[in-house]
Every structure is written in C-alpha cells, then in structure tokens.
C-alpha cells in the first residue's frame, strides 16, 4: 500500500472504520481517544447504520452514498455499503487524498475470538478505556510501518477484557477454533427478530427509542424466522479466548488469506484421486 505521510515525517494518518455503524459508541469512543492524543491525523469511514454479520459483502450493482459527518477532530464520512466498501474507498484516494497509514476497525462490542462473535457485556466507558488501552500497540505498529520492518498481509485482532483497568497485561495469542452453532425460530413480529448478535448486551445511560417499523406482526401468510446461537464451542488451550478469559489483553496475528487446516489437505490429497477414480468425467 503506498504510504506518504511516514516517509515524509507528518503526523501518520489513521482511518478508522467498523461494522457496527458510524454512530456506534465505541468507534466514537475510538476517534475521540486518537483526536485527544493529537499525534494523528484521523480519518473515518463507516457505515451509515449497522452492518454486522455483512463485513466481507460488497455492494456491486449500485453507486454508494457518501455522506459528511461531523465529528469533532476528524475528517468523517457515512457510506451507505458494507464494511468491506467503506475500508475499499478510504484506501482508495477516491475519497481522501492520500492512503492511510493505519485502518482501524472497532471498537467493537463484546469479544471477537476464534472464528465466532460471543457472549460479553460491555457498558459504554468501556470503550474508551479498550481505546486508550490499544495506543501502545497501535503506536508500536506505525514505528514498524515507518521502519519498513511491519510483516506483509498480516493484520492484528485486538480483544480487550470488560475489566479493562484490571487487566493482566498483553499477550500474543494465536486464533482459536471456538466457533458458534446458529439455528432457527419463528418469530410473530419484525421486533422480535431484533440484532443477530443476541448473544451481547450493553448498558447504556439512556432508553433507546422504539422503532415503529419494528413493531409490525408478520403477514398472515408469511412467516418471520430469527436466527438463534444453539451452542458455543470453545477450544482450550493458549488461545484468544482463553486469555481474555482469564483476563488478559489478547494480541492475536491474522493472515488476510485462511488456508486449509493440514490435516484437511491430507485429507483432501487421498480423497480427490479416489473420487476421479469413481466418478469418472465420462459419466457425467
């Protein structure tokens, strides 16, 4: 990705994005933290409402929206597409003039371990803390970015415990395997359907307002279906779930590619030629 303000000396540009919309808390929370610390120039391109469970789609066949928003010390924008098209256009110079140095996605509610979003309880001061508690690590990344040392196509998933001020201390941890288990029920109204990330819950310090659209029964001759969290399957062991567990704050590397787990390819090299032997292309 090419990168001027490092090498040039300013102050290094960060753009923040999420998926849970541009007014989420903890975005918010984030911009205002890097704003205060006034050794960044920061950036903000979200979505305008909120997107999860969406993050890789991408919007194709019609023009995004693109909206200004005010927020104090940042240059801002709401995009009417997924994440994936807000993190797109803001390293793309077609809405900013140059590319940022660092993208920052979150802050998030509740734990992003293992393959899967969990349980957690967060209250909204918490996401200021999980910001500030990040600036040691953000700040270390753009030292190995302006040094050119930064490993290509690997990216950091930060989890902060809910006890943010207690917490243990930083630890690398590698992606577990825990994952959950969704299924189905019917549902009588569109409000009942409510946020697929059922399994989280936040304190707020205001009554959140009814939406009227929400409140709709289901036609009688459709039938309204909520997906529901049937089991959470979680793998021991040093893990980033675990770590959070016990109260850590968990560092974990990504690579932007998932490939196939070893055992899977083995598996996978002795099936293909039994399978072409079986089925041969001649039948079909």
């Known amino acids: ?101 660092l993208v920052i996605s979150g802050v998030n509610m509740g734990d992003n371990c293992g393959y899967h979003m969990v349980r957690g309880k967060s209250h909204v001061n918490d996401f200021t803390l999980a910001a500030r508690a990040c600036l040691p690590i953000i700040s270390g990344i753009l030292a190995e970015i302006k040094m050119k040392h930064y490993p290509q196509n690997c990216f950091l998933n930060i989890d902060v415990p809910t006890n943010v001020v207690n917490h243990k201390g930083y630890h690398l941890t590698r992606q577990g395997k825990s994952f959950i288990k969704m299924g189905w029920r019917q549902v009588t109204s569109e409000r009942e359907g409510g946020n697929i990330l059922s399994t989280m819950t936040m304190e707020t310090n205001s009554t959140e307002s009814t939406d009227a659209s929400a409140l709709r029964n289901a036609p009688p001759d459709h039938l309204l279906l909520k997906r529901r969290v049937t089991r959470i399957l979680v793998e021991n062991g040093d893990t980033d779930y675990c770590s959070l567990q016990e109260g850590y704050i968990t560092v974990t590397p990504l690579g932007g590619l998932s490939p196939a787990e070893p055992d899977a390819v083995s598996f996978f090299q002795n099936w293909l030629p039994s399978v072409v032997d079986h089925y041969p292309s001649s039948a079909l």
Do not use: Q, Y
């Open 1 to 101: 990705m090419e990168n001027n303000n490092l090498v040039a000396g300013d102050r290094p540009t960060l753009m923040v994005t999420n998926d849970d919309g541009i007014d989420a808390p903890g975005l918010r929370a984030l911009v205002n933290v890097l704003v205060s610390t006034k050794r960044f120039n920061v950036l903000v391109c979200a979505p305008d409402s909120e997107k999860s469970a969406v993050s890789h789609s991408i919007t194709w066949r019609n023009a995004l929206s693109v909206k200004p928003v005010d927020i104090s010390g940042a240059t801002a924008f709401a995009v009417s597409g997924t994440p994936a098209d807000c993190t797109s256009l803001g390293i793309s110079k077609a809405l900013f003039p140059s590319v940022p140095d």
